[in-house]
């Protein structure tokens, strides 16, 4: 039933029900949407005694069909979809049959690591210490694969106000591997992990 329930029945008035452990010393707290178990336990008293069910479960599989842009499901499964009735009251009929949709292949998480260039010289970049590069593949909704190994380069110390810039280069194209682009992560001397880069042709 849905949580935006606002009528209320002539049946009890319940203002809520209340859970508590055994040794919680009288403190309890609000466990049910009100207007739901009011709804709930009016169709109780008011349900029918002879057996009859309300109302049947569907009886077809519902159409699913699956959207290659602009959701959140992962890859790589199968999912079933079944649907139910709900009446006023909340009494919910079985599940129907269940119709099955496959989400097809997922990006291949990496499992080599990117390379790092030399260090150069620049006004601004990275100060000395270690560098660690890491990369993702993405999707063209925003999913991301596991991270690759990491490839680490020590950078050097330089005098103030020079700094180590370094080129990375992943192993794969990101249209090689079935992706739409990459992600690229870096942490300097153990610090916190940023975004350096991400990849998106």
């Known amino acids: 039933m849905s949580d935006a329930r606002t009528e209320r029945t002539d049946f009890l008035g319940l203002l809520a029900i209340m859970e508590a452990a055994h040794n919680s010393q009288g403190w309890a707290f609000p466990y049910w949407n009100v207007l739901q178990t009011d709804a709930a336990l009016a169709a109780l008293a008011g349900a029918v005694r002879t057996g009859a069910v ?9 159409d699913v069909t699956m959207q290659t842009s602009g959701g959140y499901l992962a890859a790589g499964q199968t999912l079933e979809v079944a649907q139910t009735y709900v009446d006023a009251y909340g009494r919910e009929t ?8 496959n989400m097809g292949t997922g990006i291949t998480d990496p499992d080599t690591a990117c390379s790092i260039g030399a260090p150069s010289t620049e006004a601004s970049g990275f100060e000395g210490g270690l560098l660690e590069v890491w990369y993702s593949w993405t999707d063209e909704t925003g999913g991301e694969t596991l991270p690759s190994p ?7 110390y330089l005098a103030a106000g020079l700094y ?5 280069t992943l192993p794969a194209t990101p249209a090689s591997v079935g992706a739409a682009g990459a992600n690229i992560y ?12 991400a990849v998106t042709d």
């Open 164 to 168: 180590s810039q370094v080129t990375v």
């Open 54 to 62: 309300p109302l049947s479960a569907p009886a077809a599989a519902p």
């Open 150 to 156: 990491p490839a680490q380069l020590t950078l050097p």
């Open 186 to 197: 870096g942490r300097h001397r153990s610090g916190v992990i940023v975004t350096l880069a």
């Open 94 to 101: 079985d599940a129907g049959p269940a119709a099955t949709v």
